[in-house]
């Protein structure tokens, strides 16, 4: 069965801290890893797609890079806009749209 | 409007109601989604659907009824709901070609008296 777990469960940090946030996973095969980013009372919304280990994707402060067993979500130098809950997911290589999350990081900004 | 819209943002309902939610998608894709969000657990998907067809049903009881009449509009019809169903419905829409990328509406907040 897939499984994605993310730590830390929450995070406070102070505006300029940078930091980074975790994803283990275990996939039968993977066919991608995707990052969003959800704020209270919304739907989730998109950020980044992974598909092989060692590669990285980058937008303003944030870099998610991806290795065999987990992915990690750098945030340099955040503001408080950055306060969000980041979801962590992934798709299975033989399985079909299924998207398999983990519960999250929500991570707090402090100015 | 624009991206993902679903209606209502907020829903009470008793035990013994029939009620739906609505979703349209304004961005040309071909795949949409039903997921369910409650406190501390992941998103779970529902139902999928593919240039109209269901694809997938995760298992979810038929008190829960999807209907998706084209590729841009899907429905959940609820009746008879226990309370441990109040939780954020998600709907959101893809290319089949990204399933990962999907795209949210903002929800329905469902709760079950």
């Known amino acids: 069965e897939d499984q994605v777990t993310q730590s830390p469960e929450a995070l406070r940090l102070q505006e300029g801290e940078s930091s980074s946030l975790n994803c283990s996973y275990t996939?039968?095969?993977?066919?991608?890893l995707f990052w969003y980013r959800q704020d209270p009372g919304k739907g989730p919304e998109f950020l980044f797609t992974l598909y092989s280990a060692g590669e990285e994707k980058e937008k303003e402060r944030l870099k998610a890079t991806l290795t065999k067993k987990e992915s990690f979500l750098h945030i340099t130098a955040p503001k408080p806009e950055d306060s969000a809950t980041y979801l962590c997911a992934v798709q299975a290589d033989f399985g079909n749209e299924k998207l398999t999350f983990g519960t999250g990081t929500r991570l707090t900004i402090i100015p | 409007e624009t991206g993902v819209t679903q209606t209502p943002r907020h829903l009470v309902m008793g035990m013994t109601n029939k009620k739906s939610l609505k979703c349209e998608q304004h961005l040309g894709h071909n795949a949409m989604y039903w997921y369910k969000q409650s406190a501390k657990k992941p998103l779970e998907l529902m139902f999928v659907y593919n240039f109209k067809e269901q694809t997938e049903n995760n298992s979810v009881p038929s008190r829960f009824s999807p209907e998706c009449p084209n590729s841009s509009h899907l429905f959940l019809h609820l009746h008879t709901l226990q309370p441990e169903d109040s939780a954020l419905y998600l709907c959101?829409?893809?290319?089949?070609?990204?399933?990962?990328?999907?795209?949210f509406g903002e929800g329905s907040r469902l709760t079950v008296l």
């Open positions: 959101a829409s893809s290319q089949i070609t990204v399933p990962g990328e999907l795209f």
């Open positions: 996939v039968s095969g993977l066919r991608g």
